[in-house]
Structure formats: C-alpha cells, structure tokens
C-alpha cells in the first residue's frame, strides 16, 4: 500500500489519466499507511491544481475584459443588444423572408440563419444523392464505373472549397452572357448572368387534392410494406412490393389529378427590356454556393459510403449467401442494416460540415448568416463582438442539436457486445 | 463395404489457367462486361469520356497559349487555357508583393524547409530527433529573419508584402507545427479525471469544433484587437496565425484522443506498477505509441489545414487563390475570357498537387503501421 | 490391407454406433480445376460422397481443403469439371444456386453471426426469407435448435454477447434450421479457446450420430478418428491420400501423409 501511495505522488500532476483512475482506486481502500506530506494526496494535489488552472484563467478573462474596455472607450463605442431592435437599413439581395430596409436587425439575423438552412437543406439533399451513387460507384466491378468514380473524388477533395466557390462564380457563373441573350435551357428556363431562371408553378385551390392523394399512397405504400412482412411471416408468401409501391406512388395522385380536374399552371419567365418578369430567379450566389457545396461534400460523402460497405465484412455476405438468401435480400436484411451504422456517424458530421462551409458564401456575396451578421451588420452597427458572439451561437446550436441526435441514434442502434 | 481408400502416385504438376480466368480478353470480359448491365455501363462510360475528354484537353494543352504566347492570342475566339498569363505572373503567385530583387530570400527558405522536412518524412532515415529539433526550432527562426530581415543587414520586408503560396506554406506549416502540442495538451486534458480541467478542455474543442473556420478568422481578425492593451497592433499575419492555429488545435486534438483510446488499458496500468508517475508514463510509454498510430490523422488534419489557408483573405492576407484571384480581376493587361478560368485552373493544380501527395503519403503510413501493427 | 479393413470396418461399426450410409450420392465432384487467377489452387478433384457419408478432409494450411468445400455451396467458382450436390450440377445458373444453397448449411471459422440480430433473429432470418416458414414455426424451430446446442437461454441475446463456443453453436444451429441435407465445416473450431472446442465438437458428433451428411475441414484428428467414415489428405490442390480413419492414421501410405501426420499426432 504504501509503494502504491508513493507512486500516487507522481500520479496527480496535472492531468489525471487512466492510471490515476485505477491508483486512486487502489488508495481509496482501508489504509494504515504513514500519512504522507499533504501535497502528495493526490486528492489535494488535484483540488490545488485546478484552483490554479482556475485562477490563471479568471485572471486572463478579467484582463481581456479591462483591455475590451479600454479600447471601446478610446474608440467611443458602446456595447450591448440593443442595436437588434433598431432599423437595418441595408438591402438583402436574396431573401426567403419579407425584407425591406426598414427592416430591423434581428429580421436580419433571421434572414441570415433561413439562407443559411435554405441552401445547407438543399446541399445536403443534393450532395447524399450524388455522393451515395458515386460511393458505390466506386466499389463498382465495372472498371470504367470505378476509375471515373475514384477521379471524381480525388480531384474534388484535394481542392479548396472557396476555390471551386470562385471557379464556379468567377468562372462559369459570371461568365454567361449578358440577360438579353440568354440561353435557354429545356422546360421555359433561361440562364444568364443574373442567375437561372424557371417557371413558377401556380397551382389552383383544388391541387390540393393531389397533394392530399399523394400523401396518402405515401401512407398506403407503407402499409403495403408492413403487411408484405407479415404476410411472409405466417405463410411464406412473398409479394412484389417494390413495383407496387411505384405504380401506387404514380397511379394514385395521377387519377385524382384527373377527376378532380385540378389545374397546375405555370408562370414562366418572359424576357422584359432589362429582365425577366415572372418566374423564379435563381441568383448565381446561390447557384454557386450549391454546386460548389454539393460537388465537394458529395466527394467526402462518397468516401464514407464505401468504407462504410466495406467494412461490413465479407463473410457477413458468404454467411448470408450459404443461407441461400438472395442478392436482394442480402442487401436489405443484412448489409445494409450493418452499413448504415457505420456510415451514419460520419454522414451527420459531413451534413454539419456542408452546414458550417456554407458560411463559405460570403466571399460570393451569397447573403447567408456570416455574410448579413459578421459582415454588413457588423459593420454597420460596430457592435463586432456581439454579432460574432451572435453568429457563433446559432452554428453551435447546430452542432449541439445534432450531436444530441447523434448520441440517441448511436444508442439504439450500437452493437450489444460482452 | 466397398474400399474406399486412395493414394495419389503421381503428383499433378500446376496447369496454367484457362484463358477465359486469366489474360487481357478475361479482364477486360470480367471488368467491363461481366453482365447486360455493365455492358451498358461500360458504354456509357465512354461515352461520357468522349464528351468530357476531347474539350477538356483542348483547353487545357491543345489549344492553350503556351508560356510564350502573347495576349492577342489568349483573346483569340478558339483560344484554350492562357498559360501566358500565368508564367508572366508566376513571381507575384508565389511571393506576393516581395521585393523582386530579394526573392533570393524566400528561395533559401523553400530549399531549407525541403531540406529538412522530407527526411522527416521517410521512415528509415536516421536521426529524426536532431532532424525535428533543427526543423521545429532552428528552422523557423532562421526563415523569420531571412524573411522579415531588418538585421545583418538584410532590408527589412514587412509582412503585408509577404504573398502567394510563401504565405499558404508559411500558414500551414506554422498552425499544424504549433496546434500539435496544444492539441496533445487539450486531448490529455479532456481524459483527465479533474472536472475543472476535462470541462474546460471539452468546452473549448467543442465551441471550436461547432463553428466555421471563417467566424474564427473574423474574431481574430476584429476582436483579437481589442483584447489586446491599448496601443499594440497587432501583425495581420499574426492574427491569421492565432485564428487557425486555435483552430487547427480542437481537431488535432480529437485525432489524439483517438490515439489515446487505442491503447489498452494494460499499457497504462503496467506503467504504473513499474512505479512511472503520470508525465513519465505519457511521455515514456503512452503518447509515443499513440502519436504513432494517428499519424495518418494527423496528416489528414495537415491537408484540410492546408486548404482552409485559402480563407486567411479575410484578414487581409494574400494568399495562394487570394494572389491569384487579385490577378484576375485587376491584370487588365491579360483581360480575356479564359484568364479567370485558367487562374483558378493553375491555383486548383497546385494545391491538387499538394493535397494529393499528402494524402498518398497518409495511405502510405497507414499501411506501414498496420502490417506493424499486426506482427 | 482386405484383411486389416475388414477388422477396422468391424471397429468402426461398433464405435460409432451411425447409422447406414445411403447408396445415393449426395456430392459428387468429378474433374474439378479451379484457379486464382494464375494460381492453380485445386486440381483435379474427383470426390463422390454418399447420403449420410462423414468426411474429414484435412492436409496443411493452404493445401486448399477450405477452397474445396466452398465451391460445394458455390460460395467459390470452379472453372472445370463438374459440381453435382444432390443431383443439381451446379453452374452459373443463379436459380440452380439458390437449390444447392438451401439444401446445404455452412458453418465458418469465424462464426459469421449477424452482429445486428438477435440469436433468436439470427436463426430465424433465412427459414422466413428463404424457406417461406411462418414465423411462429420458424421460431419454434429456432428454439428447438437452440435446446439441441444447449443455449436456448441465450436466445434474446446478441452475438456480441456469447464467448466463442457459444457463437459457433449458434451458427451451426443457424445452418440446421434451414432443414439441410449436407451441412460443410470449415475448421469450425480454429478460432476457439480450446475449453470452448469440445462443446463445439460435442454438436458436431451427436449431429454424427444422426445420419447427417458432414464434411469437415479440421485439425481435430480425435474428432476425425470419431465419426468419419472417410479422411481426406489434402496438399498442393489435390487429393494425396484418401481411406478410412483407421488406416489413414494408422497405416498411412503417401509420404506426404506420414509427414503431416507425425507432425499433428505427436
């Protein structure tokens, strides 16, 4: 006891590992052990050593504060929160939200966080998409499949992100022609320097109809699913359910639309003297920030994706091909179930980046939280250290809500082990 | 019962392979056809090669002005990539706005760096202690005053003038050498059993984790001022080095912790018994084994940081794409509709070419340590 | 050598107490070449095994023993001769594959147990999806497998949760409630602490007993000498030696054979 108590004396400096953990453990027992010298108790060594740690710290933050001071004063600025109920007076070149420059700042803020989720929602839809097709793309036995695959996503990620941003802003985006001579593209849309341009559905009151039957084959698809299984499971009768979720999702909305006679019109885009009037306008920041935020985390996606296959390991698919399951079956019932656990972790933490890389947009002038709080704001109002403050704040609710997310799926989902 | 037994008199010798397992046509039959389906992959494959390919090469070489080439031509209507435009700009992509006349300066700096940092870099070359100590200490203090000068009598360069890929490298090689041992710090802090200290180092990984690199360079870049005492200015490179080495740090240390965790718990324990107190057992035992696997973490760490060097333009500095994009909007002499793009074009080459050889040189560790690892 | 075979026939008879072998052929390999790539890893293997037949093949690593026993489920392709498993000559054909494959079980080295179900949905998975087997009755099969391997109390459990022998009781219990004719081994016990092997073997033997039609790849001789009707040699891809368990140890004739088996049976 008492070796184990000396040992202890180095134990404790100022970080205590894993070892200290079982020392202490050890110590903690009945003991007729000397007392030691007090500091070496590693209870106390430990209590004295964070109160330091504390005391450093406070000192450091209250000389912060003093020096913050001290240079507002000298630079007569003030501080406070106040400023978000005051008017904006600038204007938001892209906005989800009613906007105008009367508008007050905390409008703006909201403006901000909306663009921000707007094209992060998009991005990340667009970007799981095309980052699972290529990720199993490249485990693909096709040799042309694979190789395009694996430059795609070699050439992508060892790129900057604000480089492709600027690529396809500068270079692409901004090099098209002038809105006069637009090009057309398929479907009544257009694409000039302003953006894209597309035609706006407009549909009447009894649409909703359509949408209601589509919910509902949505519903009945789902259904169809559950008592597919419980068919199989108490008569072995198997049923084709993927086919029939199809022609359910197709028929179903399709005939209402029909019957009810709904009516979808479409504004579309017509060429004015200096514009477009009607349609939806896609301005090229945007366009930009969501290829260029799609094409780059569709490449990281992608890596994920096959090491997540690939880390199901292969005799799971000779055990379930010995057991004379199916190629379909194999993939549904055992494949998948085990990839999905190892892909999704990394996925959020993909989403969260494609999130937090939006912020890239303010060098486009893509008017996301970044862009509108710690730029024009910030600049107007002086307040730097709130509105930063302010910025910060809404990324890491983000990330403390997804991490909380993440934390209830990796606890249903891990692996019971001895 | 009939006798069932068997004995071989004559060994079979190998038989080469039928043709259709093994020789071009089986691979081509097994890689590009084995099925309808990849048939049809496979020719949509080339297709999609055929569209992309010709024109790609088109601009990028057949076409393209070479070094030599003048304007006129870059401006020509079938004109590819402008490779004039960049081989005229070439000094100020690398160097910025340094004086011409002392980018002897820079050079002996690029050449040290190599120098000693390759060798670090190969496994089997010896005496990799005095190699970091030179690198990690001697090195920087040299390239600082060949580079900012002022003293035996070199003229004296601010750090506004520094530009180019020297400012890119500098950033890099500076925020991942100083984020490595404040990252270790923050990693053994978050393990430790001290609430004080394991909240304080959570905290601080995690707050800089949740947020973009871009609202860390803001603060450095406006708030670190006013932290500061009345009357100090602050360096702008400096603050672009706080900003992305507090950065760079949070996830350095994850990837430690992660070292960390790898190694069992018996390690630490028979640490113990030998009667090693806590420093002597990280230090002896732990952190060598467990820098050793993350090295390819922090090798990937290095290539993302690497990257994010192209958001220090909001500090003001000019970086490698910050150079090259200033170039493209104001060389007016080299105006044409391909100049942007071919600038964008030389930037994603080059740190392509040295993103990719990291990474390479990451799978290559990877599979060293893990054969190592196995026997 | 009539004389010897007659007595150890006698022998064999009364120590294994098995059943009858069958006259019908249930695996039938005739010819077969296979390589990897430019490696020719089985050659010329010519095996007929009989209905309710117990054969251990056994030879030193590499010799392709494991190989030989994959292609019977087709778990490996073969690229000449012939495949017959209980009259299906297996080719390509995917729906002749999933035939072989219900009919013949397999239990790996490494357990293969689906980490993500539960024992009970382990053994239940492949009768439901496969065989079309309700699920009360599937389960009820599962449970009386799981007596038969003597863990039905592990049954909601998951396979990260049992020791080794445990998890390949399990898996051999996963293969029997497909129902199978053959079942294949392959060193159903290499990966185990060797405490744990005898529970294994002690599944496999009373298997034996029950007329099941077994190939094994194993290092266990005691197990070899036990139930099998038959011990394959296997070195270099082909078969060296082939005969009864009695004269194979004991009167083995291939000086491949003497080596490898004075080297095992110390």
Known sequence: MLVAVKGDAWNSSVFGGLGTNHMTALDSGPSTAPKTFFFNDPVIRGIVCQIVVAIILVSFIVWIIGNTAANLTAQNKTTGFDFLWKTAGFDISFTLLPWTRASIYWQAFLVGITNTLLVAFIGIVAATVLGFTIGIARLSSNFIVSSLATIYVETIRNIPLLLQLFFWYFAVLNTMPAVRESYELPLDSFINQRGIFVPKPMPDPQFAFVWIALLVAIAAVFGLRYWVIRRLETTGKRFPVFLTSVVVLVLLPAIVWLVSGADLAFEIPVLERFSFKGGVQLPPEFLALLFGLTIYTASFIAETVRGGIQAVSHGQTEAAQSLGLKEGDRLQLVIVPQAMRVIVPPLTSQYLNLTKNSSLGAAIGYPELVNVFSGTALNQTGRAIECIALTMLVYLTFSLLTSAIMNWYNARVSLVER | MTNIGFVRSELIPAKPAPNRISGPMAWVQKNLFATPMDAVLTVFGMLFLLWIVPPLFNFVIGQAVGPSGTVEECRAVDAGACWAYIYNEMKFFIYGFFDIAEQWRPNIVFALGALLFVPLLIPKVPFKRVNAILFLLVYPAVSYILLAGGVFGLLEMPTQKWGGLLITLIISVVGITLSFPLGIVLALGRQSTLPVIKTLCVAFIELIRAVPLITILFMASIMLPLFMPQGTTMDKLLRALVGVTLFTSAYMAEVVRGGLQAIPRGQYEAGASLGLGYSQRMYFIILPQALKHVIPGIVNNFISLFKDTSLVYIVGMKDLLEAVKTKNDSALEWQSSNTATTGYLFAAMVFWIFCFSMSRYSIFMERRLNTGHKR | ?266
């Open chain 3, 1 to 266: 050598m009539t004389q010897t075979s007659q007595t150890t026939a006698d022998q064999v008879q009364s120590a294994k107490k098995a059943p009858a072998i069958g006259t019908r052929p249930a695996i039938e390999i005739i010819g077969m070449h296979k390589w990897y790539s430019d490696f020719h890893v089985l050659r010329d293997i010519n095996l007929t095994v009989q209905d309710g037949e117990r054969i251990v093949i056994a030879g030193p690593s590499g010799s392709g023993k494991s190989t030989l026993i994959r292609c019977v489920n087709r778990l490996e392709e073969h690229q000449e001769g012939q495949i017959i498993v209980n009259g299906v000559e297996l080719t390509a054909d995917l729906k002749r594959i999933d035939e072989v494959r219900r009919e013949v079980g397999m239990v790996f080295q490494h357990f293969n147990l689906f980490p993500h179900l539960t024992i009970l949905q382990n053994l239940t998975l492949a009768p439901i999806w496969v065989r079309g087997i309700p699920k009360v009755e599937a389960e009820a099969t599962a449970m009386h497998y799981l007596e038969r391997v003597k863990i039905p109390e592990q049954a909601n459990k998951f396979p990260g949760q049992l020791s080794g022998g445990q998890q390949q009781r399990v898996a051999i219990a996963r293969s029997l409630c497909m129902q199978p004719k053959i079942m294949l081994f392959d060193e159903p016990t290499s990966a185990l602490d060797p405490e744990m092997v005898k529970e294994v073997l002690d599944v496999m033997i009373s298997l034996a007993e029950e007329g099941m039609t077994m190939i094994c790849v194993t290092h266990e001789m005691g197990f070899a000498h036990q139930v099998a009707n038959r011990v394959i040699f296997m070195d270099q891809g082909q078969i060296i030696e082939q005969n009864e368990p009695e004269q194979f140890f004991f009167n083995p004739q291939h000086d491949r054979t003497k080596l490898f088996l004075s080297q095992i049976l110390r």
